[in-house]
């Protein structure tokens, strides 16, 4: 399944919370990564889930909870199938992993979760971004702290992240 | 990048296509088992044994090839029992005798210049072979003429059977050749002090042949100090190396106490582990007793009544033999009594096969940080093969954290398509490729698992 624009604009959270859509090549520049050219030449659109945390937040109000970074939707090549992607963007984390807490993901993951609802089905893989030389470490530590097969964490890099799902 | 301190590359090796080493502060290589990982352990060790060790190594050669001799004037002592009572000239000739079979003999002497120390002890050599002759010559006409004509003509020919291996011969009208033995010996110091002096590789070739079977060699084997090629097998010189005075190889904690094995490195280890001396890093020393194994180590006195070698006195004032304590304790046992009787310094190499084996994941966590310790506080060297995470992770964020990141080197042995061969990659401080390695179990574990 790949990338789906309309979906992803379309998505009620979307819809609810003015300005939460962005470029997710500024967005991950912002959250630390470091590029000449875009990435992501097509400027694709994803939620920005962190302002969606601070409007819900606002709206209540309440004190704001953790979220994932972004999400967006994929689809299949028929358009039957839809889902939405969770991604976290670890991208200024280092020189090693010490400062990822297990509970602080779990929270992002749940709280994400909570904000998507049911309106379109969440994807099984909750998506971490690592610079390049961290995300077999990242790995390593996600299956220390949870060694299920096919555990929901998955680390990758950016050009993993474009390479799986756009 | 500063010009390392080693850098050993060798080609063609058992399961080693390519590999160039670095050993600057901390070197650690990981990779599949048989991807030659101990070879290069051992590689570096007996190296650094032969060029480090060189005279001491010619000087056994020595009296091992001055055994028959030795052997000739054991049998001459017996002899001189038999046909003299003189207890005061036994003993006299006796020690003299032990004293020459002493392996440390020639360092006794270390305070003198080589050529001299050597000639201190050829003298020796000679000097007890013509008091035995002297000996001989004034019992010549003992009162029983047959039985000392017997044992002489025995004694002849055991001489003539040590003097072939020299092509020397005797005649036989000749009483006993001493000053025929003492020829041989002077020959035999001749050629090792020629040996000393021109250092050929043989000695480190016959060690490499004696510990891999089959008797093969690198194809390329050499060796750089400061990019200045000391070793190599190309050309027959084998340099004293300045960076690295004594290497030491640690496979097992369980060698401890092993009274004596087929293994070389195995019994230079626990002879080290016997050996008394004064200690210059007792903190790092402390560290271990205090925060980690909580009790100290030590050897016992010579003079005890202990009937075993080595103690663990726990924090709470208990004594145990060493030998029946966890094999985790005895992992950082090894590290305490090396560092108690000063055998680390800054010029020692120590190499450790899988230092986290037999370790909680919190002692190796603990181990690993000694490492940088050692190497930062004593500038101890390490080359360390390593299969575990979070033993490579702790050496490299313990070392960022204390500073001595930019000694650290990396490597993954890497396989070349379908072969059994590997080639070292060198990752300078990037563990990522290792844990990419490490992965591997994980998708395994995928595949076979529920």
């Known amino acids: 399944m790949k990338y789906c624009y309309p979906t992803t604009i379309n998505h009620s959270v979307a819809s609810l919370c003015p300005n939460v859509l962005e470029n997710i090549n500024s967005l991950a520049v912002r959250e630390g990564f470091m590029t000449g050219a875009p990435l992501f030449p097509q400027m694709e659109i994803v939620i920005n889930m962190d302002d969606v945390e601070a409007h819900n937040a606002y709206l209540v109000p309440r004190k704001q909870v953790r979220s994932m970074d972004l999400a967006f939707a994929i689809s299949s090549q028929d358009k039957r199938t839809k889902e939405m992607v969770l991604v976290d963007l670890k991208l200024n984390v280092g020189p090693s992993l010490s400062s990822i807490l297990k509970d602080e993901l779990v929270e992002k993951i749940v709280e994400s979760r909570k904000t998507l609802g049911n309106e379109v089905k969440i994807h099984g893989q909750y998506i971490f971004i690592f610079q390049t030389n961290l995300v077999e470490q990242a790995r390593r530590l996600f299956f220390k702290w949870n060694p299920r097969l096919d555990g929901e964490n998955t680390s990758m890099d950016m050009d993993r992240l474009k390479s799986t799902y756009f | ?450």
């Not at chain 2, 089959?214 to 190309?234: M, T």
């Not at chain 2, 590290?335 to 000063?342: A, E, V």
């Open chain 2, 1 to 450: 990048m500063s010009v390392p301190q080693i850098r050993l590359k060798t080609e063609g090796f058992r399961a080693i296509n390519k590999a160039n080493i670095i050993i600057d502060g901390i070197t650690v290589v990981a990779g599949e088992n048989s991807s030659g990982k101990s070879t290069l352990s051992k590689l570096l060790y007996y190296l650094f044994k032969t060029a480090s060790n060189y005279e001491a190594l010619v000087y056994d050669e020595l009296l091992d090839k001055l055994r028959n001799v030795y052997r000739f004037l054991d049998t001459a002592l017996h002899e001189v029992s038999s046909f003299t009572g003189d207890r005061a000239l036994r003993d006299e000739l006796y020690n003299e005798l032990r004293y020459l079979r002493k392996k440390n003999f020639l360092l006794e002497n270390s305070d003198e210049p080589q050529a001299e120390r050597w000639q201190v002890v050829q003298e020796r050599w000679l000097a007890v072979i013509r008091r035995f002759s002297d000996v001989f010559n004034q019992y010549s006409e003992a009162k029983d003429k047959d039985r000392m004509t017997a044992r002489i003509k025995r004694l002849k020919l055991i001489a003539a059977d040590l003097l072939e291996s020299g092509n020397i011969e005797i005649s036989e009208s000749e009483f006993l050749p001493f000053d025929k033995i003492g020829k041989f010996v002077e020959y035999r110091f001749k050629e090792a002090k020629g040996k000393t002096k021109s250092r050929p590789n043989t000695l480190f070739i016959e060690a490499l042949k004696n510990v891999f079977s089959g008797g093969e060699l690198p194809k390329i084997f050499e060796v750089y100090e400061f990019e200045d090629p000391i070793v190599s097998l190309v050309n027959d010189h084998l340099k004293p190396p300045y960076s690295i005075a004594n290497s030491i190889y640690i496979d097992t904690p369980m060698i401890i106490g092993v009274e004596s094995s087929e293994i070389e490195y195995w019994d230079d280890l626990n002879e080290l582990l016997n050996k008394r001396g004064k200690s210059f890093f007792s903190e790092i020393s402390q560290t271990i007793s205090n925060e980690i194994i909580h009790g100290d180590v030590s050897v016992n006195d010579v003079n005890s009544l202990a009937v075993d070698n080595f103690s663990f006195k726990r924090a709470d004032g208990s004594i145990f033999n060493l030998l029946d304590c966890a094999t985790g304790v005895k992992s950082f046992a090894i590290l305490q009594l090396l560092l108690k009787n000063g055998s680390l310094n800054d010029k020692t190499l120590l190499i450790i096969d899988e230092p986290e084996s037999h370790l909680h994941p919190q002692w190796i966590i603990e181990y690993a940080r000694l490492i940088v310790l050692l190497n930062k506080h004593a500038g101890i060297k390490f080359f360390i093969a390593s299969h575990n995470p979070d033993m490579v992770s702790a050496i490299k964020y313990i070392s960022a954290k204390e500073g001595v990141e930019d000694k650290l080197h990396f490597y993954l042995a890497a396989k070349i398509g379908d072969s059994y061969l590997y080639d070292y990659e060198h990752l300078g401080t990037e563990i990522d490729p290792i844990f990419g390695s490490f992965n591997i179990a994980i998708d395994r574990i995928k595949l076979y698992g529920v």
